[in-house]
């Protein structure tokens, strides 16, 4: 761990407060040391979700951060945390290119939405200020800074774009989208959000699963059914996909010791909603999900192909649902994209936005124009550029966009 000064050394920022205090911590080991203060912090940002406590992080780290540098910088007002920035950095070469990326934690595998800069309401300017000076003055660390899916509400996040604005930093905002169910009080106001066909199915599918088999439902609440339920929901899932010619998301080991990691210690903290149907005692449907305070978000499920027509994962979410709704959850988040099945749930789209910048005139800068310019004219240049050069500009853009990630990167070598 690291102190940082925060002097200010021109007009751009203010001068800091004496009682602030940057330090970098670039170790796991290190960071862990910070746990208790991180779940303080989370408990005083009200924007504060999974993706980004300590074991959400720490997981994702264990399982995706092979050749990846940590750099986490903290805030300290008067001794307390009051910001945390969980940065990493990695080199991406992608043909001639060579770029040093910084992002989330959490960012790059295609595993976390939601993710932010926790801040202690108050502090989120003098924090945006501590960071960008920190990476002015580490500037030949990185190239690129790729914020992604950040909530809409991040309070860090406005106050970075305005200080980037002012400074004339290069800086590009785009937006992904997502998907977000907002639960009423009762089953019965729920129900009547969803179109009569649905509300007749929800109800008629269920009678007649009952009716055709011995079922029941449940959530897994201890360690000793977590290993039969995760296993279920990975074989359930690849079996899916792969009749459907395509790998699945669970081919990838970095990614099932992740879940098993994430599940374990989400589990401990009351967190896990893990949801499981079995059909005459064996498991037809699982759905993966994670509670924070009064938000679930769905993030995998599998269900057994071979029994579609009884509609296995339909039935399983229907009830995981009432029973939330009685609980007093009050967002069930299908977290990005906004694909139909979940409006017909209720959902609603919604939007997470992604911030990239870099220093003016520089390297990073230079790039992040290129991506932003081949984005917006892509038809033309791919008419117009020769293959080699087409290929090589469009994982730069795929890479920089955040479109990219470790299960799919052909061409591209990461140290």
Request: proline fraction near 3%; aromatic fraction near 12%.
């Amino acid at each position: 761990m690291k102190a940082f000064g925060l002097v200010a050394e021109d007009e751009a920022f203010s001068q800091a407060s004496t009682c602030l205090n940057l330090r970098v911590y670039e170790s796991i080991d290190e960071l862990s040391a910070l746990r208790e203060a991180w779940d303080q912090l989370l408990t005083e940002y009200p924007y504060a979700t999974t993706f980004s406590t300590w074991e959400w992080l720490s997981s994702w780290w264990g399982c995706f951060g092979k050749g990846r540098q940590l750099l986490v910088l903290a805030l300290f007002d008067s001794g307390s945390l009051v910001g945390l920035a969980p940065l990493s950095i990695y080199r991406e070469h992608v043909g001639r290119f060579s770029l040093r990326v910084l992002r989330l934690m959490g960012d790059g595998s295609g595993d976390s939405d939601n993710l932010d800069l926790p801040v202690k309401p108050g502090s989120e300017q003098a924090f945006a200020e501590a960071i960008l000076r920190y990476l002015r003055q580490e500037w030949q660390r990185w190239d690129v800074c790729l914020l992604n899916t950040l909530q809409l509400n991040s309070l860090v996040a406005d106050c970075l774009k305005e200080f980037l604005k002012s400074s004339s930093w290069t800086l590009f905002e785009y937006s992904s989208e997502s998907s977000a169910v907002a639960l009423p009080e009762s089953w019965d106001a729920y129900t009547q959000m969803l179109s009569s066909e649905d509300r007749k199915n929800l109800a008629r599918y269920t009678r007649r699963l009952r009716a055709r088999y011995s079922t029941q439902i449940y959530r897994c609440l201890s360690l000793d059914q977590l290993p039969v339920c995760m296993d279920a929901l990975m074989r359930l899932h690849q079996q899916r996909w792969r009749s459907k010619g395509t790998p699945g998301t669970f081919s990838s080991p970095e990614r099932r010791d992740f879940y098993d990691r994430l599940s374990r210690r989400l589990l401990s903290r009351g967190w896990l909603e893990l949801w499981v149907l079995e059909l005459d005692g064996e498991i037809a449907a699982v759905q993966f999900a994670f509670r924070y305070g009064q938000r679930v978000f769905q993030l995998q499920e599998g269900y057994d192909h071979k029994r579609s027509s009884d509609r296995p994962g339909f039935v399983l979410r229907a009830a995981a649902l009432q029973q939330l709704i009685q609980e007093k959850v009050r967002t069930y988040d299908f977290l990005g994209g906004a694909d139909p099945y979940k409006s017909r749930w209720g959902a609603c789209s919604g939007h997470y936005i992604n911030v990239h910048f870099a220093r003016p005139r520089s390297y990073g800068s230079a790039l992040l124009w290129v991506s932003d310019g081949a984005a917006k004219c892509k038809r033309s240049l791919r008419r117009t550029l020769p293959d080699p050069a087409w290929r090589i500009l469009h994982l730069l853009n795929l890479v920089i966009q955040g479109k990219l990630t470790r299960a799919n990167r052909s061409g591209i070598t990461h140290i």
